[in-house]
């Protein structure tokens, strides 16, 4: 009969945070594991040492390198994995032969532990158990008895290896945070609380709970003296003090007006930053706030003074008049839309949600962007070298009936036709609905161009034709370019519209 694996939380450091199921558990055990940095003692082990039973079978599974270098060939990631592969051996070898492994962890198990790679490989073979322990991050709030979040407010839990400007978002894009992972990265991480104008407020603490633990503000930290065991908190607290100059809606309320009161709507262009244009990149290095769909605000790089915010995409006038109040207070905005604010962006909502006599005084300025049928367009040729039409498929905000009618009205009149938001997960056959409308006008060698995420690192365009094109691998990534009877392909495959119509 075959042993157990049990991966067992230690807590932070004070052997008194061990749980009693964790001790009791070390106690019965056939076999003690736990790991251990290159030429240093197991913390794990030094936590746990006064638990462990005299002629229990250890086994140190010291790591091959932490934050050095490495001549294995796979560098420091196929170090690592041929390291785990290995301590699984060992570990199953105990297991195969009926003894109960025990794996101490610091804090808890599955929270950044190293256990987590043995329960990939083992778990799957042997019977398996974990018991959780308090994590560091815990203890690192109890000893600043600083409140981290309560009620709705969000926490989120960053490694400090992010990078500096994605750290910085997502620190601006929350309410309380913990940030793990620190040593050498330091510098970089406070850089990003300082653009996410989190700096002030956050709290760094090393070797939480042990004898030799220590708390100051992360701004009076010497970087030089920054060790692996440490981590930053920053509260959350919404009955607090807004941390770092986040603006509460309540601040914002009581403000007095200023002037001048004018909201911005700004295009983001399709996706690569070579396609923002010089006087949207200025605009939002200007303002203070960043209103819009939460992909296209992740879109706007993080810094100093800067609140974001993001919701979903269905909530165009609640966004609207959001950024309206912001802006009526006398607070900088920018709303943000992908490609071209004016094009199924926030433009129309914006002004929509404006007719209301208490936005009267706001004035709202729109800043074209780059738009998405402008990218398929010139990656395609010239498709769009002539009349055309622009349409979307979506029956959110119009019926079908209304989207049938125009479809027939384009195609009758021979227009090239730019389709955008031709298909989602409850809009299934819409696309083929279209195709069926353009060839009862149209041949089935009217050539269609279906370009996906173009601009990005993902980007495909595919040259086809009406007659043979393939509805189901149409998704809501996707631009179509429904040609006219004109429409062309060069030799090598370009995709053109003539200027002239002969009469």
């Known amino acids: 009969m075959s042993g157990r694996l049990w991966g067992v939380g230690l807590g932070p450091g004070d052997p008194e945070l061990i749980t009693r199921k964790a001790a009791r558990l070390i106690d019965e055990a056939d076999v003690v594991a736990y790991h251990a940095g290159v030429g240093k003692q197991s913390n794990a082990r030094r936590i746990a040492a006064d638990l462990i039973p005299a002629g229990v079978i250890e086994e140190e599974l010291r790591y091959p390198v932490t934050t ?36 101490l962890a610091e804090g808890d198990p599955l929270f950044y532990g190293s256990f987590m790679y043995l329960h990939d490989r083992l778990s799957p073979h ?20 600083t409140p981290l979040v309560r009620q709705t407010d969000v926490l989120t839990v960053l490694p400090g290896t992010l990078a500096v400007p994605e ?9 309380g945070a913990i940030i793990m992972k620190l040593g050498r990265r330091f510098p970089g991480v406070r850089d990003a609380l300082a653009q996410a104008g989190r700096l002030e407020h956050a709290w760094y603490i090393e070797r939480a709970s042990m004898p030799s633990e220590r708390w100051l503000r992360v701004v009076d930290v010497d970087p030089d003296t920054v060790p692996y065991f440490s981590l930053i908190v920053v509260p959350g607290d919404s009955l607090a003090e807004e941390p770092g100059g986040r603006r509460s809606r309540a601040w914002i309320d009581a403000r007095e007006p200023a002037d001048p009161r004018e909201l911005l709507v700004v295009g983001l262009g399709p996706g690569p930053d070579e396609w923002l244009t010089p006087e949207v990149s200025s605009a939002l290095a200007e303002v203070d706030h960043v209103v ?5 605000v992740n879109r706007v790089p993080q810094r100093e003074g800067l609140t974001r915010h993001a919701s979903g995409n269905t909530v165009e006038v609640d966004r609207a008049r959001l950024a309206l109040d912001l802006a009526r207070k006398g607070e900088r905005v920018a709303v943000v839309s992908g490609g071209d604010a004016g094009i199924f962006g926030m433009s129309s909502a914006i002004f929509e949600a404006a007719e209301d006599p208490e936005y009267a005084d706001v004035h709202v300025r729109v800043l074209p962007g780059v738009t998405a049928i402008q990218a398929v367009a010139a990656r395609a040729g010239a498709p769009i070298g002539a009349d055309f039409a622009v349409m979307s498929l979506s029956d959110r905000l119009k019926p079908w009936s209304v989207i049938e009618s125009r479809l027939r009205a384009v195609a009758g009149a021979d227009l090239v ?7 989602s997960r409850s809009r299934v056959d819409q696309v083929e ?12 060698d009217t050539i269609v161009v279906v370009g996906r995420d173009v601009g990005r690192a993902e980007e495909s365009l595919t040259v086809t034709t009406l007659g043979e094109l393939d509805v189901d691998s149409i998704d809501m990534k996707c631009l179509l370019l429904i040609g ?15 200027r002239y119509v002969d009469g």
């Open 292 to 296: 819009g769909y939460a992909p296209y």
């Open 433 to 444: 609905r279209a195709r069926s409308i353009f060839l009862e006008h149209r041949s089935p």
């Open 126 to 145: 042997f019977e398996t158990e974990v018991v959780p322990g308090v994590p560091a991050f815990a203890a690192a709030t109890a000893i600043v008895a």
């Open 484 to 498: 006219a009877s004109s429409t062309r392909r060069t030799a090598s495959g370009q995709v053109w519209t003539p």
């Open 417 to 423: 036709l730019g389709i955008y938001n031709p298909r």
């Open 68 to 103: 050095g270098s490495t001549s294995h060939p796979g560098g420091y990631a196929g170090a690592m994995a041929e390291f785990y592969e290995e301590c699984a051996q060992r570990l199953g070898d105990h297991l195969a032969q009926g003894r109960d492994v025990v794996v």
């Open 167 to 175: 750290l910085a978002r997502r620190l601006a894009d929350t309410d």
